[in-house]
């Protein structure tokens, strides 16, 4: 079982959160939690991290900001033993989870769970902070900004769970964000696929590396409300949104549990930065210049477009980068201005990406132009687009972000029914 920010945030919700955690105990389950750090506590510190230094260490920023779920754990742990339950936490250092690769992005490794195991075996409720590791030279290190879900899809695998339940402020997975479109629907289940595309496009309900372990290690994952009363149905009887196989989701339309789209959901994400380079040289190994010092600081890179040069041997290179690492992507084009070569540094932070998702486009043609159609018709323009074989995504400008998503919600037949 996992529990979010939001569903942590006081001792009022830790306590509420510990009930629904004491019910499938007493249903005879063996119950490991991953807790999340109270909602706004991340974002808390790491601005004590920049008001200490701008140009914070990563690895001093790992050991302030892994502080917010050890203080979590802690509490639920003792809500959990005031209740009557045995329970203790288990820090990242000491299961322990290894980590490989960057500070403040790393990946999990392996989780050493036996000690655990056995502790569950005996009946004891394991809370385990999210979202924190130990790395290969023992410095606490932290998995990126949603760790928490990855941090419980890798427990639950190494413990062989049946079941991994993400307790989150919504009920589900819906077709968009309800905060958009009312008349958003919630999915009885998602693809494992289709769950990667919506997270990776903006969804905010999972984190990316979190579907795609579960995928790699077939652990069943569901979405559901922490906001629940203490009068609700259990978990197992009221599911939120399961993220299943491909085989799983066809014995679900065989049954006729749930019917076959042709599109799942629309996402969009407004933490994207547009970069443009003017005048690049239109040569052979001149966009590897530009991108192998990114991926070596461990930026992630998105859409990208290279314009056809308008004077012979040059061009303009456009791409993506998440908003948080636009002053650093900057900054280390700046230092390779000469390897480059390129004119001008332009950039805007004041953009969205939309994006289209649905395994239904494998074998449809035609989704993307139904976009570009409805984009069109009520003059929003598309500055940049992307595809893979489920999804279609376009880059405009932010101000649009909640039209665009309305528009295209109709669009695919996407709203509810009253």
């Known amino acids: 079982m996992k529990f979010g920010g939001t569903s942590m945030a006081g001792t009022e919700r830790i306590r509420r959160v510990a009930n629904i955690v004491r019910a499938q105990a007493a249903g005879g389950n063996e119950v490991a939690v991953v807790v999340s750090a109270m909602a706004g506590e991340t974002d808390r510190l790491v601005n004590f991290c920049r008001e200490a230094n701008a140009l914070y260490d990563p690895a001093e920023y790992d050991v302030v900001v892994a502080s917010g779920e050890q203080v979590t754990s802690g509490l639920l742990a003792l809500t959990l033993q005031s209740l009557g339950c045995k329970a203790r936490s288990w820090l990242g250092w000491q299961m322990p989870v290894k980590t490989v690769e960057a500070h403040a992005k790393a990946r999990i490794e392996s989780i050493d769970a036996p000690e655990m195991v056995a502790s569950m075996e005996a009946g004891e409720i394991a ?27 890798a427990v639950a695998a190494a413990v062989k769970a049946d079941r991994c339940d993400i307790y989150t402020d ?92 042709l599109v799942t959901g629309i996402a969009h994400d407004k933490n994207e930065a547009k970069i443009i380079l003017t005048r690049v040289p239109d040569k ?118 909640e039209l665009a998503v309305r528009v295209l919600h109709t669009a695919y037949g996407l709203d509810a029914v009253d």
Not at 231 to 248: K, N, Q, R, W, Y
Not at 352 to 364: E, R
């Open 170 to 261: 919504v009920d589900g997975v819906y077709t968009t964000d309800p905060r958009i479109v009312a008349k958003a629907r919630k999915l009885k289940a998602v693809t494992y696929e289709e769950m990667l595309e919506l997270a990776s496009v903006g969804a905010k309900v999972l984190q990316t590396r979190s579907v795609g372990l579960a995928m790699k290690e077939g652990v069943r994952l569901q979405v559901l409300s922490s906001f629940v009363g203490d009068d609700a149905v259990s978990a197992d009887e009221l599911p939120g949104t399961m993220i299943v196989s491909d085989e799983e989701m066809d014995e679900l339309v065989e049954k006729g549990l749930m019917e076959r789209q």
């Open 284 to 401: 052979p190994g001149a966009v590897a210049h530009i991108f192998e010092p990114l991926a070596d600081a461990s930026i992630n890179v998105d859409m990208i477009i290279q314009n056809v040069g308008r004077d012979k041997g040059e061009t303009d290179v456009t791409f993506t980068v998440p908003q948080a690492d636009l002053a650093r992507a900057q900054a280390l084009l700046e230092d390779k201005r000469e390897d480059i070569g390129f004119n001008r540094i332009i950039t805007d932070s004041q953009i969205a990406k939309i994006s289209v998702v649905g395994v239904g486009m494998k074998s449809h043609a035609g989704v993307a132009s139904t976009m570009f159609r409805a984009l069109s018709d009520r003059g929003i323009n598309i500055q940049a687009i992307s595809t893979s074989e489920i999804k279609v995504s376009v880059m405009i400008d932010e101000d649009e972000t």
């Open 127 to 153: 809370v385990v902070p999210g979202f924190q590791g130990i790395s290969e030279d023992g410095r606490v290190t932290t998995l990126g900004r949603g760790g928490s879900d990855t941090s419980a899809v």
